[in-house]
DNA sequence: GGTCAGCCTG
DNA sequence: CAGGCTGACC
């Protein structure tokens, strides 16, 4: 093939006068969400449910109330013939439900709404009494789950089923995510009391849980005897009990989990296991209170508020142990595990790229002047389509010092640790611990700890939209600016472009989100999100320059039927295409793009034989057909330490 | 007016 | 590749 000159090419002739080609054309294919003003700057999609956190949000309150049956079970009047409080002892010895677990007790009294007509009347099952006794019914719970404020020492748990209770009703996951954060502090004060020996992480967790739950057990036990001493045995007949109230009680949400929990305890006196297993444990539930006397029907409603409670709790206590923990593991994980989308590296990488992910990626401490041995490493040599690219044997570059480069040194590794830890919990972007890597303890010295990077990157760190910072939240300013000579987290740097040139093999139109899905490791701003598309639109220009120019030079050569071009990887087109976007020749370009690249050739081709190229937008049409066959973007361009691995190939 | 895509230039 | 510029869109 002979090269194409450009001369005669609209594409140099024309300039200016053509203001309207091409204009927007790519809307199409745009995500809305990001098309026109920024709104994808200011949402921050990712926000993930916690699936470990599976404690209800919903009190037990108004679980309980929620089922009609259930209120019509409960009779206050029989739970409490006295109307005395029920003050609790206070010698409990996992810090008592002292005397403002009493007065909670007491509320009902006062706190019943729509005093029953005809005071003293007992008619059962009247609407007014039902509602006055399903306030103090509500109350009587509430009571029985507040936190024993003076907390005796130790007893985090208590104060993790207040945590829960008083967030509980209105509260989404967002309220219960902060527990989530690693909290040394309060991982020890909560998880940490089994004093956890040298052991491994995980083996303390599971002591410091048992020991939470075996303290949950004996509490429940202990409510559990004092509702048997408190309730009048005559009036334990109550029409409903049974086992409608346990069918419907049965399915609230929380069981499950507080099953779970408490099956290793099947040996609780008290009964059987709280939950024991579906909908017939509550049978069996039923059963075993035979024992103790009681009201079948108010314990069960008790066992559930019970058993929901001890739900929240243990999640709470199982996520302070993981979060205590986490670190460690996380740790671990990045040294065992790849990371997200591995197991989708095999395709495109060759052995050795874009492997472990975070812990000791490097810094840029060689932006620019890749080692000779990781610039030879991959040379097209091992694109095996299918082999694993993975390669935790490979050698690292012993040139690499690790903390150098980056500007903020070793906080580096712990920020990418974090934001690999915010994914593999489903954080999304804000998810990850935020501040540590722009608010080091420590800050580096700014002349060893900036970037090195080539003129070039350092002309990319400018923000031609003004002072980045001005989209930095008002909290982080001070600390923000006396970084901001020499952050690096918040910029874009060779390694990223030449992630995003690989992208371009899979999207020639990114939306911003996208590119926020994909650019973990950056801190995203206007000027961020800026700079990212206009390096698309940049490689979008050089691509239909590319096409343009082959296609106009198949027409001149005689290529008749636009159906015979077709890029291969042998043909020119895509030598020059791959020179541009993959130079190193070190990934393995999808046969997508190949076929996205040809039918662009072919359309070129079309509209230049047709002189459609009079026309100043005879682009647009192409524009628009192109945006459309992007494709996605292989998991593996999410792994965090990606673009830095990059960059030494 | 802000934002973005595309064109053009250096 | 970045920046200026313009037009389109919201």
């Known amino acids: 093939m002979i090269p194409y000159q450009l001369q005669g090419s609209p594409l140099v002739s024309r300039r ?6 091409g204009r927007r054309v790519p809307e199409q294919g745009r995500d809305p969400a990001t098309s026109g003003h920024g709104q994808g700057l200011k949402t921050e999609p990712c926000f993930q449910r916690d ?37 609790l002892p206070q010698g409990y010895e996992l810090g008592a439900p002292p005397a403002e677990g009493a007065q909670a007790l007491a509320l009902p009294r ?121 309730c009048d045995p005559g009036d334990a007949a109550q029409p409903l009990g049974g086992a409608e109230l346990a069918g419907k009680a049965g399915d609230r949400p929380g069981r499950d989990v507080a099953a779970a929990a408490c099956r290793p305890h099947k040996a609780a006196p008290w009964g059987s296991s709280p939950g024991a297993d579906g909908p017939e444990g509550m049978q069996e539930d039923e059963g075993t209170q035979e024992d103790t006397g009681g009201l079948p ?29 986490w670190p460690k593991a996380a740790g671990h994980l990045l040294q065992q595990h790849p990371g997200p989308g591995v197991a989708a590296r095999g395709e495109h990488f060759p052995a050795g790229k874009c492997r472990k992910p975070l812990a000791k990626s490097s810094p840029v401490g060689a932006l620019g002047s890749p080692p000779p041995e990781a610039a030879s490493l991959p040379s097209g040599n091992s694109l095996g389509p299918h082999g694993s690219s993975f390669s935790p044997t490979a050698v690292r570059n012993p040139h690499q010092a690790p903390g150098v480069g980056y500007t903020l040194g070793s906080a580096v590794p712990s920020a990418q640790e974090g934001r690999l830890l915010g994914q593999l919990l489903g954080y999304g972007h804000w998810g990850s611990p935020p501040v540590p890597q722009r608010c080091p303890p420590e800050a580096p010295d700014p002349h060893w700890g900036a970037p090195r990077l080539r003129p070039s990157a350092v002309r990319q760190q400018r923000c031609p939209l003004g002072p980045c910072s001005l989209s930095r939240p008002p909290g982080a300013a001070a600390c923000w600016l006396s970084l901001t000579p020499r952050r690096t987290q918040e910029a874009l740097t060779p390694g990223h472009l030449k992630k995003a040139k690989l992208m371009f093999f899979f999207t020639r139109y990114p939306s911003s989100a ?136």
């Open 16 to 21: 200016k006068e053509d203001p309207t080609d």
């Open 297 to 325: 029907s108010v314990a069960r409603v008790l066992s559930q508020a019970l058993k929901h409670e001890l739900a929240g709790v243990t999640s709470r206590v199982v996520d302070s142990v993981l979060t205590s923990m």
């Open 51 to 87: 699936p470990l956190l599976s404690s209800p949000g919903t009190s037990l309150v108004s679980q309980l109330l929620s089922h009609t049956v259930v209120s019509r079970s409960l009779d206050p009047c029989t739970l409490f013939p006295s109307s005395r409080p029920v003050g």
């Open 514 to 649: 996208l590119l926020r899905s994909y650019f973990l490791d950056v801190q995203f701003s206007r000027c961020i999100t800026s700079q990212l598309i206009k390096w698309f639109s940049n490689f979008r220009e050089f691509y239909y320059i590319q096409v343009e120019k082959f296609a106009r030079q198949a027409l001149l050569e005689g290529v008749a039927d636009a159906g015979a071009l077709r890029v291969s990887r042998d043909s020119e087109l895509f030598r020059a295409l791959n020179m541009h976007y993959n130079k190193g020749n070190d990934f393995q370009v999808p046969g997508r793009f190949l076929e996205v690249a040809s039918l662009t050739l072919r359309e070129f081709f079309s509209a230049v034989r047709a002189g459609k190229d009079a026309d100043p937008s005879w682009k647009k049409p192409i524009y628009k057909i192109i945006s459309k066959l992007d494709s996605h973007i292989p998991e593996v361009f999410k792994a965090v330490g990606c673009s830095q691995e990059l960059l030494r190939s």
């Open 110 to 230: 006062t706190r019943a709404p729509a005093p029953v007509p005809g005071a003293g009347d007992r008619e059962p099952l009247s609407d007014e009494h039902l509602r006055a006794k399903r306030a103090r019914v509500e109350s009587i719970i509430q009571g029985m789950s507040l936190p024993p404020t003076p907390q005796a020492p130790g007893t985090g748990v208590e104060g993790g089923v207040g945590q829960d209770r008083e967030k509980g009703s209105e509260m989404s996951w967002e309220g219960r995510r902060k527990p989530r954060v690693p909290q040394p502090q309060r991982g020890a004060g909560v998880a940490g009391r089994g004093a956890p020996g040298r052991g491994s992480p995980h083996a303390a967790g599971c002591q410091q849980l048992k020991e939470q739950l075996c303290v949950l057990e004996q509490q429940l036990r202990w409510l559990q005897e004092r509702f048997s001493q408190v």
